[in-house]
């Protein structure tokens, strides 16, 4: 059964930091991973996705990476702000379905 | 251009009562999916369509739910006799666009069953 996690659970950092994400998957055989940001009382905005025959997509200030063989991926975010606050999601595919997987969810506060 | 569109956002209900949530996916996509997001079980997959294939409904918890989709476009989730546990956020999701794999959430709906 596949399980996805994501490290830390809750991030504090000033405004102008990089930071990363991570996300694991005990299952290698995925399909594609999606990364999410959710903010507070709202639904999931698409930020990245990356399919299984890639290793990286990168969109703006922010680069995900992926390495199927060791079940990681990661989220880099260049320079923060504040408006980067919110809970960022990863999500997987396993391959032979479409349905995602959910991350527990990384709850990203950056200070101005 | 609009987006995956949900109603009602917010629906309060007494248990035992049934209620329909209703998703409008984004124009074109041929697929949809409802999940549900609860405080102790994170976001977890209900059930899934595509195009006229059968709908996977392995997430489905109980016999209380169901879902449809009409003419490929519009979805309704049914929940049956509502518990206090079905308390969530309900969120619909659709894909099938340029980038045919990535998934485009609507804003959900809050369900409370009181």
């Known amino acids: 059964k596949q399980e996805v996690t994501q490290i830390p659970a809750a991030l504090s950092v000033p405004e102008g930091e990089n930071l990363v994400l991570n996300c694991s998957f005990t299952d290698s055989a995925i399909y594609n991973l999606q990364w999410f940001r959710q903010d507070p009382g709202k639904g999931l905005t698409s930020l990245l996705l990356?399919?299984?025959?890639?290793r990286e997509q990168t969109s703006g200030r922010l680069n995900a990476s992926l390495d199927k063989s060791s079940g990681r991926s990661t989220l880099y975010i260049a320079a923060s702000q504040p408006g980067d606050s919110a809970t960022y999601l990863c999500?997987?595919?396993?391959?032979?379905?479409?349905?995602?997987?959910f991350g527990t969810g990384t709850r990203l506060k950056v200070l101005a | 251009g609009a987006g995956v569109s949900q109603s009602p956002s917010n629906k309060v209900t007494e248990k035992g009562k049934d209620v329909e949530l209703r998703c409008d996916p984004i124009s074109g996509h041929t697929a949809l999916y409802w999940y549900r997001q609860s405080l102790g079980q994170g976001l977890e997959f209900l059930i899934y369509f595509q195009g006229n294939s059968a709908p996977d409904k392995s997430g489905l918890p109980s016999d209380r739910f169901s879902a449809e989709r009409t003419g490929g476009s519009v979805s309704t989730l049914t929940i049956q006799r509502t518990q206090q546990e079905d308390s969530a956020v309900y969120l619909c999701?659709?894909?099938?666009?340029?980038?045919?794999?990535?998934?485009?959430f609507g804003p959900g709906t809050r369900l409370t069953v009181t």
């Open positions: 990356i399919q299984s025959s890639q």
């Open positions: 999500a997987v595919t396993t391959s032979g379905t479409y349905k995602y997987i």
């Open positions: 999701a659709s894909s099938g666009g340029t980038s045919i794999y990535e998934q485009y």
